[in-house]
């Protein structure tokens, strides 16, 4: 049974960070891509990033690039998410995903479409 938790989420000041993390089980965590997605209330939810099975490829949306770094630590089935420079409009509810294939997902990585399991989300807020 996949599984996956989020954690690390809060109420920080416009500039502050948080890390997120997601751990995740009940398969083979190094095979899949996974994602950071995120919804604001009245809003759809968005593709903020995403990383390949091994951690080599990485992509951001426009909104977050040099600010917020996906990593994984396929050793301890988790992904991380660092947020600096946090703005207003981050606020959100967290949530990582897996992808649905074992194989590449990069053919639309921010994509909700891409991924078939995910966790219950982490509520990020950042005050101005």
């Known amino acids: 049974q996949v599984q996956l938790v989020e954690s690390g989420g809060g109420s920080v000041q416009a500039g502050g960070s948080l890390r997120l993390s997601c751990v995740a089980s009940g398969y083979t965590y190094g095979a899949y891509c996974m994602a950071w997605f995120r919804q604001a209330p009245g809003k759809e939810r968005e593709g903020v990033t995403a990383i390949s099975g091994f951690g080599g490829t990485t992509t951001y949306t426009d909104a977050v690039k040099g600010r917020f770094t996906i990593s994984r630590d396929n050793a301890k089935n988790t992904l991380y998410l660092q947020m600096n420079s946090l703005k207003p409009e981050d606020t959100a509810m967290y949530y990582c995903?897996?992808?649905?294939?074992?194989?590449?997902?990069?053919?639309?990585?921010?994509?909700?479409?891409?991924?078939?399991?995910w966790g219950q989300g982490t509520q990020v807020t950042v005050s101005s």
């Open positions: 995903a897996r992808a649905t294939s074992g194989g590449s997902c990069w053919r639309d990585p921010l994509a909700s479409r891409t991924y078939n399991y």
